[in-house]
């Protein structure tokens, strides 16, 4: 006669689960914040772009004797 008594064990699977879900979860939060940082670098370097053509502008118009060739 079989025993049935025994409780039945989980399958591994659903073991993992959550473990897989808040890994996934902090990956996910921790790639939003590189993105976020990359955002900020990206918008930082076109400011200081802008900020250097307007200084090359200002010294040609000022030493250069004319008006900056892009206009």
């Known amino acids: 006669m079989p025993h049935d008594d025994k409780p039945a064990l989980p399958s591994p699977d659903a073991l993992m689960q959550p473990l897989l879900?808040?890994?996934k979860a902090f990956t996910d939060?921790?790639?939003q914040g590189q993105q976020n940082q990359l955002q900020v670098i990206a918008a930082w370097?076109?400011?200081m772009q802008d900020a250097q053509r307007d200084w090359?502008?200002?010294w040609i118009c000022r030493f250069g004797g004319?008006?900056?060739l892009d206009g």
Request: no cysteine; charged share 35%.
């Open 45 to 47: 370097q076109r400011a």
């Open 21 to 23: 879900d808040w890994q």
């Open 56 to 58: 090359e502008d200002r």
């Open 66 to 68: 004319g008006v900056p």
């Open 29 to 31: 939060f921790m790639l």
